[in-house]
């Protein structure tokens, strides 16, 4: 079992940049792939961005290539997802993901859920 609690959510006018945090506790001795994902109101849950274990792979979503950023500290078990450019569409709650993932590839999809943390984004 992996809890996973994300942090670093707010209110930011466009243009302006934000960190959002994952904290991952409990098994994270496992080769963890972990992702960003994101819902809007009225919106399905979307893909934002995923990495795989060690770093080495990344992957975004077309809406956020060049402006997102994936990071991940394994000796902190700790993922981060740092936006800059923000523009209003990107106003959701964004959530972390996690899967344990043998090969050090980018998951497909995702076991473990953490509650979300609320992005709004002012014009």
């Known amino acids: 079992q992996v809890q996973l609690v994300e942090s670093g959510g707010g209110l930011v006018q466009a243009g302006g940049s934000l960190r959002l945090s994952c904290a991952a506790s409990?098994?994270?001795?496992?080769?963890?792939?972990m992702g960003w994902f994101r819902q809007a109101p009225g919106k399905e849950r979307e893909f934002v961005t995923g990495?795989?274990?060690?770093?080495?792979?990344?992957n975004y979503a077309d809406s956020v290539k060049g402006r997102f950023t994936i990071s991940r500290d394994n000796a902190q078990n700790t993922v981060y997802l740092q936006m800059n450019s923000v523009k209003p569409e990107d106003t959701a709650v964004y959530y972390c993901?996690?899967?344990?993932?043998?090969?050090?590839?980018?998951?497909?999809?995702?076991?473990?859920w953490g509650q979300g943390t609320q992005v709004t984004v002012s014009s």
């Open positions: 409990g098994r994270t001795r496992s080769r963890l792939a």
């Open positions: 993901a996690a899967q344990p993932l043998i090969s050090d590839l980018i998951s497909p999809s995702y076991t473990w």
């Open positions: 990495i795989s274990w060690s770093g080495g792979r990344t």
